[in-house]
């Protein structure tokens, strides 16, 4: 019996050795790899330090005190992962109502930085008393806190969000009278509508914005809230479309249901401060949309584009000049007012034209930079770089096919960008619900 125990347990310390010794051959292996962690809960997994500009403890101080906007990623992907498709948050620093730049997913990645008490302290963002759940807070952020959505094309990634979270996304008049004093009802508390005798259509507070262009409202309209896919919540009052059209200026407060007189209290006010102007670009065989938001007051400028990119062959090539309608974008851009691009980069840069689709690598974007520095409205004596700009980075499809590289695709992505970075300008790869200063 003991020669037995002895043998036995001679074969548990031989196969720990084992265990031990292959550990350490794999650690030596994948030891310069840096997203070998606990995934994106641990940002050193993904970025290198000189990549952090989140608002998070003691960044905030570094990296935010000279920001004007601040914008928060709902999702951060281009297909497949369900839970963080293609949706930022926007607002101006010190204010805690945001607008929606597309809403592949809106209700994920709001629970997400909800459930993070820096991230409320920091807004300022009240919760009724019932609030309590992660899903209740998050539910009551995007009823108050959420003003309307810009969306720049109809594909699914790109509006699914608003889709399946539409049916609360909505304040009933009963919250007229809340304590609560941020965010949208913050807003209406200042313009003072039950003094001045406003009368609401129906029995919603504020119906919610949707922008686009006319083909992405149509589309969104016919074959989204169409009844069949989904019931029709904006005849039900729960949204208000407004259709723009391509390179017109447009200030927030046409987009909005109140007149001139009811806004005079809030309109220096996010988002009334800024004007918006919408651009029509290509992305493969659909119309896709550039929004150029301007902030009235400062002239400060923030470009958001949907996807775009290199068609694959198709007909559709010779009709609509990708390159050329980025361009038209960057020749109404003041360059020394140009806070922040946002562009996606689905692929990397060995993928090949036919499988593009109307996407973008990481060399056709340094590509663009560089027109952007030649191509937009200069100072005197011109710039020479882009380092006061931020350029955030959207729609990296996940690295699901097999690689030599061991990397995410965020990783491969950023490498790829930093390379051919000539122009010095701030490359971020977001991390969903962590906010950036811009």
Not at 38 to 60: A, H, M, R
Not at 234 to 245: A, I, N, T
Not at 315 to 330: G, H, L, M, R, S
Request: with cysteine; proline share 5%; net charge neutral.
């Amino acid at each position: 019996m003991i020669i037995l125990l002895n043998k036995f347990l001679f074969l548990i310390l031989l196969n720990l050795i084992i265990l031990i010794n292959c550990h350490e051959d794999q650690d030596d292996s994948l030891r310069n790899l840096k997203n070998m962690g606990k995934g994106f809960t641990n940002l050193n997994d993904y970025y290198v330090p000189e990549n952090y500009n989140y608002y998070s403890g003691s960044f905030s101080e570094k990296y935010c005190k000279d920001a004007k906007y601040i914008t928060i990623p709902l999702g951060t992907t281009g297909g497949l992962n369900e839970g963080s498709l293609s949706s930022f948050l926007l607002t101006k620093k010190g204010s805690n109502t945001f607008i929606a730049l597309d809403a592949g997913t809106i209700w994920q990645g709001v629970r997400r930085l909800t459930t993070m008490n820096q991230f409320n302290n920091y807004f300022g963002i009240e919760y009724p008393e019932w609030a309590i759940l992660p899903e209740q807070r998050a539910t009551w952020f995007i009823k108050n806190h959420i003003y309307g959505y810009f969306i720049g094309h109809s594909h699914i990634d790109h509006v699914g969000g608003l889709i399946i979270e539409s049916p609360e996304d909505t304040l009933k008049k009963d919250m007229l009278n809340s304590t609560i004093k941020t965010g949208l009802l913050g807003l209406i508390d200042k313009m003072q509508l039950e003094k001045k005798n406003y009368v609401f259509p129906n029995s919603v507070l504020q119906m919610k914005t949707i922008v686009g262009l006319t083909n992405t409202i149509q589309s969104i309209k016919d074959d989204l809230f169409n009844g069949k896919v989904w019931p029709t919540l904006p005849l039900f009052g729960f949204f208000d479309y407004y259709v723009v059209e391509p390179r017109r200026e447009y200030a927030f407060s046409s987009l909005s249901a109140y007149n001139t007189s009811i806004l005079a209290p809030v309109i220096n006010e996010f988002p009334y401060n800024l004007k918006v102007t919408p651009y029509d670009i290509c992305h493969d065989t659909l119309i896709s949309t550039a929004f150029v938001f301007t902030d009235s007051l400062t002239g400060d400028q923030i470009v958001f584009f949907s996807d775009t990119g290199v068609p694959s062959p198709s007909n559709f090539q010779a009709t609509c000049d990708w390159e050329n309608k980025i361009f038209d974008v960057w020749r109404t851009i003041k360059i020394d007012k140009l806070k922040a691009v946002y562009i996606e980069s689905s692929f990397l840069d060995d993928a090949a034209d036919t499988v593009m689709f109307g996407h973008l690598r990481p060399r056709d974007i340094m590509k663009l930079m560089d027109q952007l520095l030649i191509q937009s409205i200069q100072t005197s004596p011109p710039m020479k770089n882009l380092k006061h700009v931020k350029l955030i980075i959207e729609h990296i499809k996940p690295q699901v096919s097999k690689s030599d590289y061991g990397l995410t695709a965020q990783r491969l992505v950023y490498n790829q960008l930093m390379k051919a970075n000539t122009n010095s300008i701030k490359i971020i790869i977001p991390n969903q619900g962590d906010p950036i200063c811009i």
